[in-house]
């Protein structure tokens, strides 16, 4: 089964691609679906490569780099071996870091958010030659480091990648760049709290034979950069700004079932994986209630609970009337015991109409 660009397409939709697919099956498997089957028809899985897509789209480094994701997601047997995991590791330019492509006999300068997707989906194949690895991730924690050089977008996706390298072991020891990085997105993601989910799109051309070809991206600006920063541990400290934004997303699935783009007004499968990820990565940080918070929050799921505090608060107000009433001399007049008894009734009604509304 494959999948195309938008999540509200109509079931027969005939737009398929590499992207939605890939993002497709690592949603599924996340859930404990196995995705085998789906990741066999992406380009450079198997032999013969699969008719559904176009080889070369792995020349493509965010395709290629989608593919080898989808491998790592689905634990699928052979990763390394792969020709879409062996393409996209042949494309590393002077062992600095990978371009929008690698088309044979076209020159393509380093890329920060090239490098960024390629390093964040290697970072998950077990059996690489990891020293590969390494210049790259010197190359991209050299480009945080440089103050001023980065747009948003290519600086959160450059602190996901060094965390997922810094998790699988692999890249320089200091962490002085995800410091730097977080710190300048922790600030940007304060700013931009009260917007709009802000799209960020990125153009790239890929030359074919006899052609130019442009390609292009849309990113949820502030999805990435709240996933760099829990991604990198700094999520404690932008605890407040996350919060809204986990807020802010759920409203927005409530909804319309998922994110829409202020570009397109469409709900992308691409989208959807990131807000998923971001989730992911929101919900494992959320600290464990204390026992005492456990026990609370489970007593307050008890249906007679509700009743019961109704009743006991009521039955309280009757005794420290009587208290009142009674005076020192402990005698009552025939009011004081009316409005007693009244207090008590109303307890025992009150309590029946919250049981009764409670249950609908």
């Not at 028809?41 to 490569?49: A, D, F, K, Q």
């Not at 990891?130 to 103050?147: N, Q, T, Y």
Request: proline share 4%; charged share 20%; glycine share 10%.
């Amino acid at each position: 089964m494959v999948w195309g660009q938008f999540a509200d397409a109509p079931a027969r939709a005939l737009q398929t691609g590499v992207y939605g697919t890939s993002t497709a099956a690592m949603l599924l498997a996340a859930r404990g679906r196995d995705m085998t089957s789906t990741v066999r028809l992406l380009p450079g899985v198997t032999e013969p490569s699969s008719a559904e897509f176009d080889v070369s789209d792995l020349l493509i480094t965010h395709k290629a780099s989608a593919v080898v994701e989808a491998l790592s997601a689905v634990r699928y047997p052979g990763a390394h071996a792969t020709a879409a995991c062996l393409t996209l590791l042949s494309g590393v330019i002077d062992r600095q870091g990978w371009g929008h492509h690698a088309v044979p006999g076209e020159p393509e300068m380093p890329s920060v958010l090239a490098t960024s997707h390629a390093l964040i989906a290697l970072a998950g194949i077990e059996g690489i030659d990891e020293s590969l690895l390494e210049g790259p991730a010197l190359w991209l924690s050299g480009r945080i480091l440089d103050d001023g050089l980065l747009g948003t977008l290519e600086l959160a996706f450059a602190v996901i990648a060094l965390a997922k390298l810094r998790t699988a072991g692999i890249g320089p020891e200091g962490s002085e760049a995800l410091r730097r990085g977080a710190n300048v997105l922790r600030a940007t993601l304060r700013r931009m709290s009260a917007d709009s989910i802000v799209y960020e799109q990125v153009h790239y051309w890929v030359p074919k034979p006899g052609e130019q070809r442009n390609h292009y991206m849309t990113f949820p600006l502030q999805v990435v950069v709240g996933t760099a920063l829990l991604e990198s541990g700094a999520g404690a400290r932008a605890r407040s700004s996350l919060r809204e934004l986990a807020g802010r997303l759920c409203r927005a699935v409530e909804a319309d079932g998922g994110l829409r783009s202020s570009l397109t007004e469409r709900i992308g499968v691409v989208d959807a994986g990131l807000v998923d990820r971001f989730f992911a990565v929101y919900l494992a940080a959320q600290p464990a209630p204390r026992w005492r918070r456990r026990m609370f929050l489970r007593l307050a799921r008890v249906r007679w609970l509700p009743r019961t505090l109704v009743f006991l608060g009521l039955v309280v107000v009757a005794f420290w009337t009587w208290r009142v009433a009674s005076g020192e001399s402990g005698g009552m007049s025939a009011a004081s015991v009316a409005n007693i008894v009244f207090a008590l009734v109303t307890g025992v009604l009150g309590s029946m109409a919250y049981s009764r509304w409670d249950r609908r």
